[in-house]
Protein backbone atom coordinates (compact mmCIF):
# COMPACT_ATOMS: atom_id res chain seq x y z
CA UNK A 1 0.00 0.00 0.00
CA UNK A 2 2.74 2.33 0.54
CA UNK A 3 4.65 1.25 -2.47
CA UNK A 4 1.52 2.34 -4.57
CA UNK A 5 1.94 5.98 -2.71
CA UNK A 6 5.54 6.62 -3.42
CA UNK A 7 6.65 9.61 -5.81
CA UNK A 8 8.41 8.35 -8.95
CA UNK A 9 10.77 11.02 -7.61
CA UNK A 10 13.56 11.36 -5.04
CA UNK A 11 15.76 14.24 -3.73
CA UNK A 12 19.19 12.73 -3.40
CA UNK A 13 21.56 14.81 -1.11
CA UNK A 14 25.45 14.67 -1.49
CA UNK A 15 28.15 15.67 1.03
CA UNK A 16 29.82 17.95 -1.81
CA UNK A 17 28.72 20.38 -4.18
CA UNK A 18 31.33 18.71 -6.61
CA UNK A 19 29.69 15.35 -6.21
CA UNK A 20 25.96 16.86 -6.84
CA UNK A 21 27.19 18.41 -10.17
CA UNK A 22 28.86 14.68 -11.48
CA UNK A 23 25.68 12.78 -10.80
CA UNK A 24 23.00 15.29 -11.89
CA UNK A 25 24.81 16.14 -14.98
CA UNK A 26 26.18 12.75 -15.54
CA UNK A 27 23.91 9.51 -17.52
CA UNK A 28 23.40 7.29 -14.60
CA UNK A 29 22.08 3.85 -15.99
CA UNK A 30 22.47 2.78 -19.84
CA UNK A 31 18.93 3.12 -20.31
CA UNK A 32 18.14 6.53 -20.81
CA UNK A 33 14.36 6.09 -19.44
CA UNK A 34 15.75 4.83 -16.38
CA UNK A 35 17.05 7.25 -14.08
CA UNK A 36 16.85 10.65 -15.19
CA UNK A 37 19.11 13.21 -12.84
CA UNK A 38 19.36 16.99 -12.45
CA UNK A 39 20.20 19.51 -10.15
CA UNK A 40 17.50 19.86 -7.69
CA UNK A 41 15.58 23.40 -7.53
CA UNK A 42 15.50 25.52 -4.64
CA UNK A 43 13.23 24.41 -1.99
CA UNK A 44 10.62 27.22 -2.21
CA UNK A 45 10.98 26.66 -6.19
CA UNK A 46 9.79 22.83 -5.86
CA UNK A 47 6.84 22.26 -7.37
CA UNK A 48 5.54 18.96 -5.71
CA UNK A 49 2.14 18.58 -7.38
CA UNK A 50 3.93 17.71 -10.58
CA UNK A 51 6.66 15.46 -9.57
CA UNK A 52 3.48 12.07 -9.10
CA UNK A 53 3.70 12.64 -12.98
CA UNK A 54 5.39 9.39 -14.31
CA UNK A 55 8.65 10.54 -16.71
CA UNK A 56 6.99 8.78 -19.73
CA UNK A 57 4.08 10.18 -19.96
CA UNK A 58 5.72 14.10 -19.65
CA UNK A 59 5.47 14.36 -23.39
CA UNK A 60 2.34 13.90 -23.52
CA UNK A 61 1.28 16.52 -20.77
CA UNK A 62 3.83 19.26 -23.09
CA UNK A 63 2.10 18.32 -26.30
CA UNK A 64 -1.19 19.09 -24.71
CA UNK A 65 0.16 22.49 -23.27
CA UNK A 66 1.76 23.60 -26.59
CA UNK A 67 -1.35 22.14 -28.51
CA UNK A 68 -3.46 24.65 -25.99
CA UNK A 69 -1.36 27.92 -26.06
CA UNK A 70 -1.79 27.18 -30.22
CA UNK A 71 -5.31 27.12 -29.90
CA UNK A 72 -5.74 30.06 -27.93
CA UNK A 73 -2.97 31.86 -30.08
CA UNK A 74 -5.30 31.56 -32.83
CA UNK A 75 -9.06 32.15 -31.38
CA UNK A 76 -7.60 35.50 -30.24
CA UNK A 77 -6.96 36.74 -33.61
CA UNK A 78 -10.76 37.31 -33.50
CA UNK A 79 -10.95 40.66 -30.76
CA UNK A 80 -7.07 41.85 -32.13
CA UNK A 81 -8.58 42.18 -35.74
CA UNK A 82 -12.06 43.75 -34.27
CA UNK A 83 -9.57 46.32 -32.29
CA UNK A 84 -7.98 46.89 -35.63
CA UNK A 85 -11.20 47.88 -37.37
CA UNK A 86 -11.62 50.31 -35.02
CA UNK A 87 -8.19 52.03 -36.11
CA UNK A 88 -9.12 52.33 -39.56
CA UNK A 89 -12.08 54.24 -39.54
CA UNK A 90 -12.83 55.72 -42.47
CA UNK A 91 -13.25 51.48 -43.71
CA UNK A 92 -15.29 50.38 -40.21
CA UNK A 93 -17.68 53.96 -41.50
CA UNK A 94 -18.30 51.57 -44.99
CA UNK A 95 -18.57 48.56 -43.62
CA UNK A 96 -20.87 49.95 -40.58
CA UNK A 97 -22.62 53.06 -41.62
CA UNK A 98 -23.85 53.58 -37.48
CA UNK A 99 -20.24 54.39 -36.83
CA UNK A 100 -20.63 57.57 -38.59
CA UNK A 101 -22.09 59.25 -35.43
CA UNK A 102 -18.77 59.77 -33.50
CA UNK A 103 -17.90 62.21 -35.91
CA UNK A 104 -20.68 64.46 -34.58
CA UNK A 105 -19.00 65.27 -31.00
CA UNK A 106 -15.30 67.30 -31.76
CA UNK A 107 -12.46 64.75 -30.96
CA UNK A 108 -14.06 61.80 -30.63
CA UNK A 109 -13.08 60.41 -33.67
CA UNK A 110 -9.32 61.18 -32.55
CA UNK A 111 -9.48 59.51 -29.64
CA UNK A 112 -11.52 56.21 -30.70
CA UNK A 113 -8.99 55.74 -33.51
CA UNK A 114 -6.42 56.40 -31.73
CA UNK A 115 -6.41 55.51 -28.28
CA UNK A 116 -9.05 53.11 -27.95
CA UNK A 117 -7.34 50.34 -30.07
CA UNK A 118 -4.54 50.28 -28.15
CA UNK A 119 -6.48 50.36 -24.98
CA UNK A 120 -8.99 47.73 -25.61
CA UNK A 121 -5.85 45.49 -26.78
CA UNK A 122 -4.08 45.93 -23.75
CA UNK A 123 -7.36 44.96 -21.54
CA UNK A 124 -7.28 41.89 -24.02
CA UNK A 125 -4.17 40.80 -23.66
CA UNK A 126 -3.70 41.52 -19.57
CA UNK A 127 -5.38 38.36 -19.01
CA UNK A 128 -3.39 36.84 -22.04
CA UNK A 129 -0.03 35.74 -19.24
CA UNK A 130 -2.06 34.22 -16.23
CA UNK A 131 -3.77 31.81 -19.04
CA UNK A 132 -0.39 30.63 -20.07
CA UNK A 133 1.16 30.18 -16.90
CA UNK A 134 -1.74 28.14 -15.64
CA UNK A 135 -1.47 25.56 -19.06
CA UNK A 136 2.26 26.06 -18.30
CA UNK A 137 1.63 24.44 -14.54
CA UNK A 138 0.06 21.64 -16.46
CA UNK A 139 3.06 21.12 -18.35
CA UNK A 140 4.75 18.87 -15.43
CA UNK A 141 7.29 21.31 -14.62
CA UNK A 142 9.29 20.35 -11.17
CA UNK A 143 10.26 23.79 -10.02
CA UNK A 144 7.89 27.38 -10.65
CA UNK A 145 11.20 28.66 -12.16
CA UNK A 146 10.82 26.16 -15.70
CA UNK A 147 6.84 27.07 -15.65
CA UNK A 148 7.25 30.82 -15.63
CA UNK A 149 9.95 30.14 -18.04
CA UNK A 150 7.41 27.95 -20.31
CA UNK A 151 4.86 31.09 -19.96
CA UNK A 152 7.49 33.48 -20.60
CA UNK A 153 8.28 31.92 -24.19
CA UNK A 154 4.58 31.01 -25.16
CA UNK A 155 3.50 34.88 -24.24
CA UNK A 156 6.43 36.17 -26.33
CA UNK A 157 4.99 33.97 -29.24
CA UNK A 158 1.44 34.99 -28.61
CA UNK A 159 2.50 38.78 -28.32
CA UNK A 160 5.00 38.30 -31.82
CA UNK A 161 1.82 36.61 -33.55
CA UNK A 162 -1.27 38.85 -32.62
CA UNK A 163 0.14 42.12 -31.72
CA UNK A 164 2.85 42.23 -34.11
CA UNK A 165 1.77 40.35 -37.42
CA UNK A 166 -1.50 40.39 -36.99
CA UNK A 167 -1.89 44.17 -36.20
CA UNK A 168 0.30 44.31 -39.41
CA UNK A 169 -1.85 41.93 -41.78
CA UNK A 170 -5.31 42.81 -40.06
CA UNK A 171 -4.77 46.88 -40.41
CA UNK A 172 -3.62 46.25 -44.33
CA UNK A 173 -6.03 43.95 -44.89
CA UNK A 174 -8.64 46.27 -44.59
CA UNK A 175 -7.78 48.54 -46.57
CA UNK A 176 -7.05 45.92 -49.12
CA UNK A 177 -10.63 44.08 -49.40
CA UNK A 178 -11.67 46.25 -51.83
CA UNK A 179 -8.62 46.82 -53.64
CA UNK A 180 -8.02 42.67 -54.17
CA UNK A 181 -11.56 42.59 -55.39
CA UNK A 182 -10.76 45.13 -58.33
CA UNK A 183 -7.14 44.14 -58.89
CA UNK A 184 -6.19 41.01 -57.42
CA UNK A 185 -2.94 40.87 -58.95
CA UNK A 186 -1.00 44.09 -57.31
CA UNK A 187 -2.68 42.71 -53.98
CA UNK A 188 0.69 40.68 -52.47
CA UNK A 189 2.74 43.70 -53.34
CA UNK A 190 0.26 46.68 -52.47
CA UNK A 191 -0.08 45.16 -48.70
CA UNK A 192 3.64 44.52 -48.30
CA UNK A 193 4.15 48.43 -49.43
CA UNK A 194 1.17 49.32 -46.39
CA UNK A 195 3.42 47.59 -43.73
CA UNK A 196 5.04 51.14 -42.46
CA UNK A 197 1.51 52.53 -42.34
CA UNK A 198 1.17 51.01 -38.47
CA UNK A 199 3.67 52.73 -37.03
CA UNK A 200 1.37 55.26 -35.60
CA UNK A 201 -0.59 52.24 -34.29
CA UNK A 202 2.70 50.75 -32.48
CA UNK A 203 3.53 53.89 -31.57
CA UNK A 204 0.30 54.84 -29.59
CA UNK A 205 1.19 50.72 -28.06
CA UNK A 206 3.90 51.86 -26.72
CA UNK A 207 2.45 55.06 -25.09
CA UNK A 208 -0.38 53.12 -23.75
CA UNK A 209 2.00 50.20 -22.32
CA UNK A 210 4.21 53.12 -20.73
CA UNK A 211 1.70 55.55 -19.46
CA UNK A 212 -0.95 52.60 -18.64
CA UNK A 213 0.92 49.81 -18.05
CA UNK A 214 3.57 51.27 -15.66
CA UNK A 215 0.22 52.60 -13.49
CA UNK A 216 -1.46 49.49 -13.30
CA UNK A 217 1.79 47.84 -12.30
CA UNK A 218 2.26 50.71 -9.11
CA UNK A 219 -1.80 50.52 -8.25
CA UNK A 220 -1.64 46.79 -8.86
CA UNK A 221 -6.02 46.93 -9.35
CA UNK A 222 -6.14 43.21 -10.51
CA UNK A 223 -4.08 41.56 -7.46
CA UNK A 224 -6.60 43.89 -4.89
CA UNK A 225 -9.61 42.96 -6.85
CA UNK A 226 -8.19 39.22 -6.69
CA UNK A 227 -7.58 39.87 -3.04
CA UNK A 228 -10.67 40.91 -2.22
CA UNK A 229 -12.50 38.38 -4.18
CA UNK A 230 -10.96 35.94 -2.09
CA UNK A 231 -11.66 37.31 1.10
CA UNK A 232 -15.35 37.34 0.12
CA UNK A 233 -15.56 34.12 -1.20
CA UNK A 234 -13.82 30.80 -0.50
CA UNK A 235 -10.96 32.31 1.87
CA UNK A 236 -14.01 33.91 3.96
CA UNK A 237 -13.17 33.53 7.46
CA UNK A 238 -9.57 32.16 6.88
CA UNK A 239 -6.50 34.07 8.48
CA UNK A 240 -5.53 36.22 6.57
CA UNK A 241 -2.09 36.87 4.78
CA UNK A 242 -0.04 39.90 4.06
CA UNK A 243 -0.83 41.00 0.45
CA UNK A 244 2.49 39.76 -0.79
CA UNK A 245 3.11 38.41 -4.09
CA UNK A 246 6.63 37.12 -6.41
CA UNK A 247 7.78 39.20 -9.37
CA UNK A 248 5.60 38.07 -12.49
CA UNK A 249 8.87 37.31 -14.88
CA UNK A 250 6.43 35.79 -17.23
CA UNK A 251 4.27 39.03 -17.69
CA UNK A 252 6.42 41.39 -17.62
CA UNK A 253 9.35 39.97 -19.86
CA UNK A 254 7.74 39.16 -23.06
CA UNK A 255 5.82 42.54 -23.12
CA UNK A 256 9.38 44.58 -22.31
CA UNK A 257 10.53 41.90 -25.39
CA UNK A 258 7.83 42.97 -27.69
CA UNK A 259 8.45 46.79 -26.98
CA UNK A 260 11.75 45.98 -27.99
CA UNK A 261 11.53 44.56 -31.09
CA UNK A 262 8.69 46.49 -32.35
CA UNK A 263 11.39 49.68 -31.51
CA UNK A 264 14.28 47.41 -33.12
CA UNK A 265 11.90 46.75 -36.33
CA UNK A 266 10.76 50.35 -36.24
CA UNK A 267 14.29 51.66 -36.36
CA UNK A 268 14.38 52.58 -39.67
CA UNK A 269 10.71 53.10 -41.05
CA UNK A 270 9.87 55.39 -38.39
CA UNK A 271 12.56 56.82 -36.14
CA UNK A 272 9.71 58.86 -34.38
CA UNK A 273 9.29 56.07 -32.19
CA UNK A 274 12.46 55.59 -30.66
CA UNK A 275 12.24 58.54 -28.02
CA UNK A 276 8.94 57.02 -27.18
CA UNK A 277 10.63 54.32 -26.41
CA UNK A 278 13.56 55.36 -24.56
CA UNK A 279 10.68 56.94 -22.10
CA UNK A 280 9.11 54.03 -21.79
CA UNK A 281 12.02 52.23 -20.81
CA UNK A 282 13.36 55.08 -18.03
CA UNK A 283 9.75 54.71 -16.66
CA UNK A 284 9.91 50.89 -16.21
CA UNK A 285 13.17 51.39 -14.86
CA UNK A 286 12.12 53.58 -12.31
CA UNK A 287 8.47 51.64 -11.72
CA UNK A 288 10.21 48.06 -11.43
CA UNK A 289 13.31 49.11 -8.89
CA UNK A 290 10.94 50.20 -6.44
CA UNK A 291 8.16 47.15 -7.20
CA UNK A 292 11.36 44.77 -6.80
CA UNK A 293 13.38 46.29 -3.81
CA UNK A 294 9.74 47.42 -1.66
CA UNK A 295 6.69 45.59 -3.11
CA UNK A 296 7.18 41.94 -4.16
CA UNK A 297 7.92 38.95 -1.98
CA UNK A 298 10.87 36.62 -3.46
CA UNK A 299 10.04 33.14 -4.12
CA UNK A 300 13.40 31.88 -5.94
CA UNK A 301 16.41 33.39 -6.90
CA UNK A 302 16.54 33.14 -11.23
CA UNK A 303 19.86 32.60 -11.45
CA UNK A 304 19.85 34.00 -15.00
CA UNK A 305 18.03 31.43 -15.95
CA UNK A 306 16.01 33.77 -18.45
CA UNK A 307 18.61 35.38 -20.41
CA UNK A 308 19.11 32.91 -22.44
CA UNK A 309 15.75 33.91 -23.85
CA UNK A 310 16.03 37.12 -23.84
CA UNK A 311 18.74 36.70 -26.24
CA UNK A 312 16.77 34.84 -27.90
CA UNK A 313 13.64 37.80 -28.14
CA UNK A 314 15.96 39.81 -29.54
CA UNK A 315 17.86 38.12 -31.97
CA UNK A 316 14.62 37.05 -33.53
CA UNK A 317 13.51 41.08 -33.25
CA UNK A 318 17.08 41.86 -35.02
CA UNK A 319 16.41 39.26 -38.18
CA UNK A 320 13.01 40.30 -38.71
CA UNK A 321 14.03 43.97 -38.97
CA UNK A 322 16.47 42.64 -41.52
CA UNK A 323 13.92 40.96 -43.52
CA UNK A 324 11.55 43.84 -43.12
CA UNK A 325 14.56 46.44 -44.37
CA UNK A 326 15.21 43.45 -47.50
CA UNK A 327 11.82 44.10 -48.33
CA UNK A 328 11.64 47.11 -48.22
CA UNK A 329 14.73 47.80 -50.39
CA UNK A 330 13.05 45.72 -53.12
CA UNK A 331 9.93 47.77 -53.15
CA UNK A 332 11.46 50.65 -53.69
CA UNK A 333 13.46 49.34 -55.99
CA UNK A 334 17.33 49.03 -54.86
CA UNK A 335 18.34 45.81 -55.53
CA UNK A 336 21.67 46.02 -54.59
CA UNK A 337 20.71 47.29 -50.64
CA UNK A 338 18.30 44.54 -51.04
CA UNK A 339 20.66 41.86 -51.89
CA UNK A 340 23.60 43.10 -49.54
CA UNK A 341 21.43 42.84 -46.52
CA UNK A 342 21.76 39.12 -47.10
CA UNK A 343 24.93 38.36 -45.60
CA UNK A 344 23.83 40.49 -42.72
CA UNK A 345 20.89 38.27 -41.88
CA UNK A 346 23.11 35.52 -42.29
CA UNK A 347 25.65 36.58 -40.00
CA UNK A 348 22.87 37.33 -37.11
CA UNK A 349 22.03 33.46 -37.45
CA UNK A 350 25.81 32.73 -37.57
CA UNK A 351 26.43 34.61 -34.32
CA UNK A 352 23.34 33.03 -32.75
CA UNK A 353 24.28 29.93 -33.52
CA UNK A 354 27.71 30.31 -31.79
CA UNK A 355 26.43 31.83 -29.15
CA UNK A 356 24.03 28.66 -28.66
CA UNK A 357 27.24 26.47 -29.25
CA UNK A 358 29.69 29.00 -26.14
CA UNK A 359 27.59 30.24 -24.13
CA UNK A 360 24.23 28.49 -23.66
CA UNK A 361 25.87 25.23 -21.63
CA UNK A 362 26.58 27.28 -18.96
CA UNK A 363 23.30 28.27 -17.92
CA UNK A 364 22.35 24.66 -18.24
CA UNK A 365 25.34 23.24 -16.57
CA UNK A 366 26.95 23.84 -13.52
CA UNK A 367 31.03 24.61 -12.92
CA UNK A 368 32.99 21.62 -11.66
CA UNK A 369 35.39 25.26 -10.55
CA UNK A 370 33.37 26.60 -8.69
CA UNK A 371 31.56 23.21 -7.19
CA UNK A 372 35.16 22.57 -5.16
CA UNK A 373 36.06 26.15 -4.70
CA UNK A 374 32.96 26.04 -2.73
CA UNK A 375 33.40 22.74 -1.03
CA UNK A 376 37.07 23.98 -0.01
CA UNK A 377 35.45 27.19 1.40
CA UNK A 378 33.25 24.85 3.39
CA UNK A 379 35.92 22.61 4.51
CA UNK A 380 37.81 25.68 5.88
CA UNK A 381 35.23 27.36 7.81
CA UNK A 382 33.56 24.04 9.02
CA UNK A 383 30.46 24.76 7.79
CA UNK A 384 29.96 20.65 5.60
CA UNK A 385 27.94 19.08 8.55
CA UNK A 386 26.03 22.06 9.22
CA UNK A 387 25.06 22.90 5.21
CA UNK A 388 24.16 18.70 5.01
CA UNK A 389 21.87 18.95 7.38
CA UNK A 390 20.00 21.75 6.52
CA UNK A 391 19.54 20.47 2.84
CA UNK A 392 18.27 17.40 4.42
CA UNK A 393 15.65 19.32 6.35
CA UNK A 394 15.00 21.37 3.38
CA UNK A 395 13.84 19.28 0.77
CA UNK A 396 10.93 17.59 3.62
CA UNK A 397 7.68 17.61 1.88
CA UNK A 398 5.39 19.92 3.12
CA UNK A 399 2.76 17.12 4.53
CA UNK A 400 6.16 16.33 6.51
CA UNK A 401 7.44 19.20 7.37
CA UNK A 402 6.64 18.66 11.88
CA UNK A 403 4.34 21.49 13.32
CA UNK A 404 6.03 24.14 15.41
CA UNK A 405 3.77 25.00 18.78
CA UNK A 406 6.02 26.87 20.15
CA UNK A 407 6.31 29.57 17.40
CA UNK A 408 3.88 30.94 15.29
CA UNK A 409 4.74 30.33 11.40
CA UNK A 410 2.15 33.08 10.17
CA UNK A 411 3.66 35.25 7.60
CA UNK A 412 2.47 38.38 9.35
CA UNK A 413 5.75 38.09 11.64
CA UNK A 414 7.38 38.38 8.71
CA UNK A 415 9.46 40.98 7.10
CA UNK A 416 8.45 42.63 3.78
CA UNK A 417 11.93 42.53 2.61
CA UNK A 418 13.88 39.42 3.48
CA UNK A 419 17.84 40.94 3.53
CA UNK A 420 20.88 38.65 2.96
Known amino acids: MLKGKELPVAFVTFKSRWGAAMAAQTQ ?10 EMAPEPSDVSWKNLSIQYKILPVYKIGVILAATLLTIFFAVPVTAVQGIAKFEKLKKWFPPAMAIEFIPGLSSVVTGYLPSAVLKGFIYIVPFAMLGMAKLGGSISKSKEEIKACNMVFYFLLGNVFFLSLISGSLLDEIGEYVSHPKNFPSHLAALVSSQADFFMTYILTEGLSGFSLE ?12 KSRTYCRGKE ?14 PIVSLSILIGIVYAVIAPLLLPFLIVYFFLGYAVYINQIQDVYETVYDTCGTFWPFIHHYIIVAIILMQITMIGLFGLKSKPAASVSTIPLLLLTIMFNEYCKIRFLPAFRSHSIQNAVENDEFD ?18 QPCLVPVSF ?9 PLITSW
Open 379 to 396: EKSSEVEHSFDKAIEEYL
Open 240 to 253: KDLYLYSLQYFRII
Open 406 to 414: TQSDSSLYQ
Open 28 to 37: QHTNPLLWIT
Open 218 to 229: VLQPGLLIWDFI
